[in-house]
């Protein structure tokens, strides 16, 4: 137990990303799957809007139950009770126990329709998704490496911060990034067309000189 530290979890996106309800295939774009360790629901700060989240024992065996958000269930089951449906991410079919509100993690792009399951053990060095507000890198950073050495001495955690500040600064930063472009080039036709105008009033202008002595 890290002081400061509210839920830990894994967070993948699944590479199982085909999903399926009975015969029916939908297409990649409308679901995105999610796979989570315990506490991965509070780390993510996910809300429950119905059912339940998976337990700790069922997270642990890789139960075969799922989450589904709110946009998922409207349109695939808008009529009917959610919990309790049946839902296939690649060959398993799961049961689905709760739906969640619907994820943003993104102010630019929004999050299509999710499914969550629990994550599958994997062999292969990852990170994992931590809540700890109030905490800053470098104090998480600290205290996580401190209660790690004792197990794997020479442990140094690798903190990455994702405040709402960072969240906002990665999303616009390509708009402003782009925006003294895009001004320079505005000025730029502005002028190219203001000149263009000059030159089209003054030749009418010189072609009615005559006109104009008279």
């Given at each position: 137990?890290?002081?400061g530290?509210?839920?830990?979890?894994?967070?993948f996106?699944?590479?199982?990303?085909?999903?399926?309800?009975?015969?029916?295939?939908?297409?990649?774009?409308?679901?995105?799957?999610?796979?989570?360790?315990?506490?991965?629901?509070?780390?993510?700060?996910?809300?429950?809007?119905?059912?339940?989240?998976?337990?700790?024992?069922?997270?642990?065996?890789?139960?075969?139950?799922?989450l589904?958000?709110?946009?998922?269930?409207?349109?695939?089951?808008?009529?009917q009770?959610?919990?309790g449906?049946?839902?296939?991410v690649?060959?398993t079919?799961?049961?689905?126990?709760?739906?969640?509100?619907?994820?943003?993690?993104?102010?630019?792009?929004?999050t299509?329709?999710?499914?969550?399951?629990?994550a599958?053990?994997?062999?292969?060095?990852?990170?994992?998704?931590?809540?700890?507000?109030?905490?800053?890198?470098?104090?998480?950073?600290?205290?996580?490496?401190?209660?790690?050495?004792?197990?794997?001495?020479?442990?140094?955690?690798?903190?990455?911060?994702?405040?709402?500040?960072?969240?906002?600064?990665?999303?616009?930063?390509?708009?402003?990034?782009?925006?003294?472009?895009?001004?320079?080039?505005?000025?730029?036709?502005f002028?190219?067309?203001?000149?263009?105008?000059?030159?089209?009033?003054?030749?009418?202008?010189?072609?009615r000189?005559?006109?104009?002595?008279?």
């Amino acid at each position: 137990q890290v002081e400061g530290v509210r839920a830990a979890s894994a967070v993948f996106e699944s590479s199982r990303n085909r999903v399926a309800l009975g015969d029916q295939i939908l297409d990649r774009n409308a679901a995105a799957v999610l796979e989570l360790g315990a506490d991965g629901i509070a780390a993510l700060g996910l809300r429950l809007l119905a059912g339940r989240a998976p337990t700790p024992t069922e997270s642990a065996a890789v139960a075969l139950v799922a989450l589904v958000d709110d946009r998922f269930a409207r349109t695939h089951w808008p009529y009917q009770p959610v919990v309790g449906q049946p839902v296939s991410v690649g060959d398993t079919a799961h049961d689905v126990v709760g739906v969640i509100a619907n994820p943003r993690f993104s102010l630019l792009r929004e999050t299509p329709p999710v499914v969550v399951v629990p994550a599958a053990p994997r062999p292969e060095r990852k990170g994992m998704t931590i809540w700890a507000p109030g905490l800053s890198e470098r104090d998480l950073t600290e205290r996580l490496t401190s209660v790690m050495s004792s197990l794997a001495p020479g442990f140094r955690a690798n903190v990455s911060a994702r405040t709402f500040d960072r969240i906002f600064d990665d999303d616009t930063g390509n708009v402003r990034f782009q925006r003294p472009i895009v001004l320079a080039l505005g000025l730029f036709a502005f002028s190219v067309a203001g000149i263009g105008l000059y030159g089209v009033v003054r030749y009418l202008v010189e072609q009615r000189s005559r006109d104009f002595s008279v």
